[in-house]
């Protein structure tokens, strides 16, 4: 049973079905991650080399820095947003991968 399964792992992984799914989750994930560390640290690194430009007022008496923290839960809600539409897609793509497999262990 084993064996079969490794033989159908390495099937799916070698197909190009799945080589593209590889490919599209990455065009998803890789940007969006990269904005979100660079969000994420440049708040600590703006505070440490611009703390007048963070210490302005912006709403009342919140100042950019606090804006700014508060909009890392909105950067965080969203990417989880994105992330729950593309993986809709992804799991399409993944159902399709499976199906055409099934379909070719069918065969004779």
């Given at each position: 049973m084993r064996d079969q399964d490794a033989q159908r792992w390495d099937r799916i992984a070698n197909s190009r079905q799945f080589q593209d799914l590889l490919s599209l989750k990455k065009l998803f994930i890789v940007p969006v991650f990269a904005f979100f560390l660079i969000s994420y640290f440049s708040?600590?690194?703006?505070?440490?080399?611009?703390?007048?430009?963070?210490s302005a007022r912006v709403i009342g008496p919140l100042s950019l820095a606090y804006v700014f923290a508060l909009a890392q839960f909105v950067v965080g809600w969203a990417i989880a947003g994105l992330y729950l539409i593309a993986s809709a897609r992804f799991d399409r793509l993944t159902q399709d991968i499976l199906i055409r497999n099934d379909d070719q262990e069918e065969k004779p």
């Open positions: 708040l600590g690194v703006l505070i440490g080399y611009a703390p007048r430009l963070m």
